[in-house]
């Protein structure tokens, strides 16, 4: 059970998080706990949704962005998001067990993909204190500025819900998978 009320349904949340929730709602399928704990504050919400969608359109393909999701779930210490990156990125995704593995270590089984989630898990560790040689590794994997960019934006993402999850204990409701170290 969530440190702060998770909203039941759409109903128990404010009313300005409606509508977002029932984006979700449509979209998925179901509202998964992380929108119904984060609808207690419609600008949080609609922060973390808008910057989700623009996302979204970028240039990163989605199993790029579910392997970032991984390897950050993993370097943050957060079995919610890796319990929900392990369901997306195999379903939707289509990443399989062995590239989940690797996404978790912090790389990938494809070596562009690598380079990313590398990069990623490299920011994570290092506060953003990469450093030239890590943007040149990965540029030198075939990334330019604008998917640097997004690479940056989704390790920033994916802390904001790792963080809101592991502050306020996020039910999970996927089926759970525990970090590495645990």
């Known amino acids: 059970m969530s440190y702060i009320p998770t909203p ?15 984006g979700v709602q449509k979209q998925l399928g179901r509202v998964p706990n992380i929108f119904r704990l984060v609808s207690n504050s419609p600008a949080a919400l609609g922060g973390w949704t808008a910057f989700q969608g623009a996302l979204g359109k970028g240039r990163l393909p989605l199993a790029t962005r579910e392997r970032i999701a991984l390897a950050m ?13 392990t369901f997306t990125g195999s379903k939707f995704a289509k990443l399989d067990d062995s590239e989940i593995a690797a996404n ?3 790389s990938s ?10 990069f990623a898990k490299a920011l994570a560790v290092a506060r ?13 994997a075939g990334y330019g500025d604008a998917e640097i ?8 993402l994916n802390t904001f819900t790792n963080y809101v999850n592991e502050a306020l ?4 409701d996927f089926p759970r998978i525990d970090g590495l170290a645990a």
Request: proline content about 6%.
């Open 149 to 156: 960019l997004e690479i940056i934006a989704h390790v920033a």
């Open 73 to 85: 779930a993993e370097v943050n210490g957060c079995d919610y998001c890796l319990s929900a990156h």
């Open 128 to 140: 953003g204190a990469v450093g030239p040689q890590a943007i040149e590794a990965v540029r030198a």
């Open 109 to 118: 089984n494809d070596p562009k993909a690598a380079a990313a989630v590398e």
């Open 169 to 172: 204990g996020t039910e999970i």
């Open 104 to 106: 978790r270590r912090g």
């Open 8 to 22: 039941a349904i759409i109903e128990d949340a404010p009313e300005a998080s409606r509508p977002i929730l029932e």
